[in-house]
């Protein structure tokens, strides 16, 4: 279940591998900044 405005949404089983798939190439694009910037540590700022 998800909410915005404080009112409840259902999510459908779909949503939880879609996300997955976003989370996945966020962490990726931070990876590559980190390295981008002679760093082995991602930072929130890579974000």
């Known amino acids: 279940m998800a909410k915005i405005d404080?009112?409840?949404l259902n999510v459908t089983?779909?949503?939880y591998s879609a996300l997955?798939?976003?989370v996945?190439?966020?962490?990726e694009e931070a990876c590559k900044r980190?390295?981008?910037n002679s760093r082995n540590t991602v930072m929130g700022?890579?974000?």
């Open 6 to 8: 404080g009112k409840a």
């Open 13 to 15: 089983a779909d949503f």
């Open 20 to 22: 997955d798939e976003k």
């Open 24 to 27: 996945k190439k966020i962490v």
């Open 34 to 36: 980190a390295k981008q």
């Open 45 to 47: 700022r890579d974000v």
